[in-house]
């Protein structure tokens, strides 16, 4: 099974300082961010995998495959739980 | 009244359309492109079947999005509503003869929430802040809610000799590199607490009555219809010293965006408005205001804290 994770198409960002402002428009919710969750956010335009999204962050931060793993599940897992991110599975 | 009225009016009852144009007039909004108020009087308005949740304002219920994806506004007051389809940038309006007797809430309700959907089009996007000029020449921006105490700052920075526009209905535009604070010509209205505290007497009747209107000159200070902000201030009543405390741009962009909730409607327009925002918390030095009564003494305390 493969899942595959998307910024949800009424999102809207902006970024500011490196950090960056996020806004539903469904919910008219809007999120703080820091740099990180910020590229994980741009990334997802796309649909990635976890695993792709990890690459994403040991690419530009000094971090163990490890450590990148247990921050992007967590990102994902906030994301999921925010309505922030669509889920599909491309199994 | 003025014949060419920066936003255009057509109504074939010739009354109300002179009306409308000396509002718009009045305002002294002049949009970078044409915009229009298509206005029709009509007998009665059918029941909407727009499936959108609404989004509320004072009297006012607001449609956007999909899967429509026009502008509907309705006043709740009376009869009357607007429609503004993707990309245009006229509105139709329809009114009631029974609406029109109540001009006052029309325009502060209805018609300025209309106003505000179409400025958007010429890429003004609405915040809830007053601005100012101060004597060294310096442009603020004071963003916040109802209860911030805006206007009666406002107010007060205009015994002092500041230049101030807007006390609450404010527009942002991209101006070259930077963002331009566009100021809707108004009186500032002071709610008897603000009115009490600045020692003033007369102005007019504003809200029905509830609050007292002053246009910056009556105070002893100048409008400034246009300010590019380079302080921006976020203010509330709080303490019993005034203060300014330094907030981060981040934190100050999560301020405006949480008072300016428009920004959140109509899809192909909210990164623009977004992106200003942003722009201007990157603008700008940011700070938390803490308004005490300190401020109502003899001394200009803002000047003092940010010499």
Same mark, same amino acid.
């Given at each position: 099974?493969?899942?595959?994770?998307?910024?949800?198409?009424?999102?809207?960002?902006?970024?500011?300082?490196?950090?960056?402002?996020?806004?539903?428009?469904?919910?008219?919710?809007?999120?703080?961010?820091?740099?990180?969750?910020?590229?994980?956010?741009? =990334?997802?335009?796309?649909?990635?995998?976890?695993?792709?999204?990890?690459?994403?962050?040991? =690419?530009?931060?000094?971090?163990? =495959?490890?450590?990148?793993?247990? =921050?992007?599940?967590?990102?994902?897992?906030?994301?999921?739980?925010?309505?922030?991110?669509?889920?599909?599975?491309?199994? | 009244?003025?014949?060419?009225?920066?936003?255009?009016?057509?109504?074939?009852?010739?009354?109300?359309?002179?009306?409308?144009?000396?509002?718009?007039?009045?305002?002294?909004?002049?949009?970078?492109?044409?915009?229009?108020?298509?206005?029709?009087?009509?007998?009665?308005?059918?029941?909407?079947? #727009?499936?959108?949740?609404?989004?509320?304002?004072?009297?006012?219920?607001?449609?956007?999005?999909?899967?429509? #994806?026009?502008?509907?506004?309705?006043?709740?007051?009376?009869?009357?509503?607007?429609?503004?389809?993707?990309?245009?940038?006229?509105?139709?309006?329809?009114?009631?003869?029974?609406?029109?007797?109540?001009?006052?809430?029309?325009?502060?309700?209805?018609?300025?929430?209309?106003?505000?959907?179409?400025?958007?089009?010429?890429?003004?996007?609405?915040?809830?802040?007053?601005?100012?000029?101060?004597?060294?020449?310096?442009?603020?921006?004071?963003?916040?809610?109802?209860?911030?105490?805006?206007?009666?700052?406002?107010?007060?920075?205009?015994?002092?000799?500041?230049?101030?526009?807007?006390?609450?209905?404010?527009?942002?535009?991209?101006?070259?590199?930077?963002?331009?604070?566009?100021?809707?010509?108004?009186?500032?209205?002071?709610?008897?607490?603000?009115?009490?505290?600045?020692?003033?007497?007369?102005?007019?009747?504003?809200?029905?009555?509830?609050?007292?209107?002053?246009?910056?000159?009556?105070?002893?200070?100048?409008?400034?219809?246009?300010?590019?902000?380079?302080?921006?201030?976020?203010?509330?009543?709080?303490?019993?010293?005034?203060?300014?405390?330094?907030?981060?741009?981040?934190?100050?962009?999560?301020?405006?965006?949480?008072?300016?909730?428009?920004?959140?409607?109509?899809?192909?327009?909210?990164?623009?408005?977004?992106?200003?925002?942003?722009?201007?918390?990157?603008?700008?030095?940011?700070?938390?205001?803490?308004?005490?009564?300190?401020?109502?003494?003899?001394?200009?305390?803002?000047?003092?804290?940010?010499?």
């Amino acid at each position: 099974m493969t899942v595959r994770y998307a910024r949800h198409p009424d999102l809207r960002l902006t970024a500011l300082d490196s950090e960056g402002i996020v806004l539903h428009l469904g919910t008219r919710r809007y999120y703080s961010v820091s740099e990180s969750g910020l590229d994980l956010l741009q =990334a997802l335009a796309q649909p990635r995998t976890h695993q792709e999204l990890v690459a994403v962050l040991t =690419a530009k931060y000094d971090v163990s =495959a490890e450590q990148a793993s247990a =921050a992007a599940r967590d990102f994902l897992e906030h994301g999921r739980r925010s309505g922030m991110l669509t889920v599909e599975d491309a199994t | 009244m003025t014949a060419s009225p920066p936003v255009g009016v057509a109504c074939r009852d010739a009354e109300v359309a002179s009306w409308l144009a000396d509002w718009l007039s009045g305002m002294r909004l002049e949009p970078p492109v044409p915009l229009a108020l298509d206005v029709h009087i009509v007998e009665n308005l059918p029941a909407d079947d #727009d499936p959108r949740e609404p989004f509320l304002q004072p009297l006012v219920e607001i449609r956007s999005g999909a899967p429509l #994806d026009d502008v509907r506004i309705r006043w709740r007051a009376g009869e009357a509503r607007a429609t503004i389809a993707p990309g245009a940038r006229t509105a139709l309006v329809e009114l009631t003869r029974d609406a029109l007797r109540d001009r006052d809430r029309l325009t502060q309700t209805f018609l300025t929430a209309t106003l505000v959907f179409l400025l958007r089009r010429a890429g003004w996007h609405h915040v809830h802040a007053a601005v100012a000029r101060d004597p060294r020449g310096r442009d603020w921006l004071f963003a916040g809610d109802a209860e911030s105490g805006k206007s009666t700052t406002a107010a007060l920075l205009a015994t002092r000799g500041w230049a101030v526009g807007s006390d609450d209905l404010t527009f942002l535009a991209q101006n070259g590199n930077g963002v331009t604070a566009l100021a809707q010509r108004s009186p500032i209205a002071l709610r008897p607490g603000g009115y009490a505290l600045l020692g003033l007497a007369g102005g007019a009747a504003a809200r029905g009555g509830r609050k007292s209107a002053f246009f910056p000159e009556e105070l002893g200070g100048s409008w400034a219809g246009q300010v590019t902000p380079q302080i921006l201030a976020l203010p509330r009543v709080e303490g019993s010293l005034t203060r300014l405390e330094p907030v981060r741009p981040r934190e100050a962009l999560a301020e405006l965006v949480r008072w300016s909730a428009w920004v959140a409607l109509e899809p192909a327009l909210a990164q623009e408005h977004l992106d200003l925002l942003a722009a201007l918390a990157r603008q700008a030095r940011c700070y938390r205001l803490f308004l005490g009564p300190d401020l109502f003494g003899g001394r200009d305390v803002l000047m003092e804290l940010m010499p």
